[in-house]
């Protein structure tokens, strides 16, 4: 875990899109001056084109590892 004050290893990255990725980190990346998005596509060029075009980004598939990560943001510090 980094701590807020401490440099991350996604310093200076405007983007990270992913399949998925709990609210605290979402937020921290977020003050740390990082969008995140989320989707259910696979296809890495897809993607690309997809943001590049102005075209939506297809939703996020269902995954559990979500939902433990929303339970686990509950109760942390994020």
Do not use: W, Y
């Not at 102005?54 to 979500?66: A, H, M």
Request: aromatic letters at 6%.
């Amino acid at each position: 875990m980094f701590k807020d004050n401490a440099p991350h290893p996604l310093d200076g990255v405007d983007l990270v899109v992913a399949a998925s990725a709990g609210d605290g980190f979402v937020r921290h990346m977020r003050t740390r001056g990082t969008d995140v998005m989320l989707t259910g596509e696979t296809d890495p060029a897809e993607v690309i084109t997809r943001i590049v075009s102005g075209q939506p980004l297809p939703d996020q598939r269902f995954d559990i590892t979500t939902t433990l990560c929303k339970l686990r943001d509950l109760f942390s510090r994020h």
